[in-house]
């Protein structure tokens, strides 16, 4: 009997001990400065992001620049524009947006979401069915946003700056995953 016991708790310690692990969330949630690599600039206001892609023509996307915003009284609002456009656009965004300066990234938003499957970009975005991309979480309330608690999910292409941009202790490919493609 006692052998049994013993064994009994040998197992319960070795089943908590695997289950102790870190288990890989469904996005990965970062801090403000950790975002700031990203492009994503969380402030008082809201949280804004602005990218020319250098290489969007090897990437076949159809625009050179994309840009999103989330504030207060607004939701979401995404500019997607060539690169011929991007002077003139400021002119007719957000002015916390309009006074940020491009960022050169080659990685960027194909799908922005949030954490109950609502998303968009999907009919501006041509996805392979196989891809892998990296969802970022952001929660509104680190831009200080009294009104907001939801959280906006991100979904980057993966490239090596991506690694490079996202802090040592992160293991890039425990959170890629494929997005469910929206029919």
């Not at 492009?39 to 023509?57: A, E, L, Q, S």
């Not at 891809?131 to 907001?148: D, E, G, S, V």
């Not at 608690?149 to 700056?161: G, H, R």
Request: net charge positive.
């Amino acid at each position: 009997m006692k052998k049994i016991s013993l064994l009994l708790v040998i197992l319960a310690i070795i089943a908590l001990s695997c289950n102790n692990k870190k288990k890989v969330e469904n996005f990965l949630f970062l801090s403000v400065e950790q975002l700031k690599p990203l492009g994503i600039d969380c402030r008082d206001n809201g949280v804004f992001y602005k990218n020319i892609n250098p290489n969007h023509i090897k990437d076949n996307q159809r625009s050179a620049s994309f840009a999103f915003y989330c504030k207060k009284d607004n939701y979401l609002t995404t500019i997607i524009f060539d690169e011929a456009d991007s002077i003139n656009a400021n002119k007719t965004i957000d002015t916390t947006l309009s006074e940020m300066t491009y960022r050169k990234l080659d990685f960027y938003p194909l799908i922005i979401g949030n954490t109950k499957g609502s998303r968009s970009l999907d009919k501006y975005t041509v996805l392979n069915k196989e891809i892998k991309l990296l969802p970022i979480a952001i929660a509104m309330k680190n831009a200080k946003l009294t009104n907001r608690t939801d959280t906006i999910i991100v979904w980057l292409k993966p490239t090596e700056s991506l690694k490079k941009a996202l802090p040592e202790s992160i293991n890039i490919e425990d959170y890629l995953k494929v997005p469910a493609i929206e029919k």
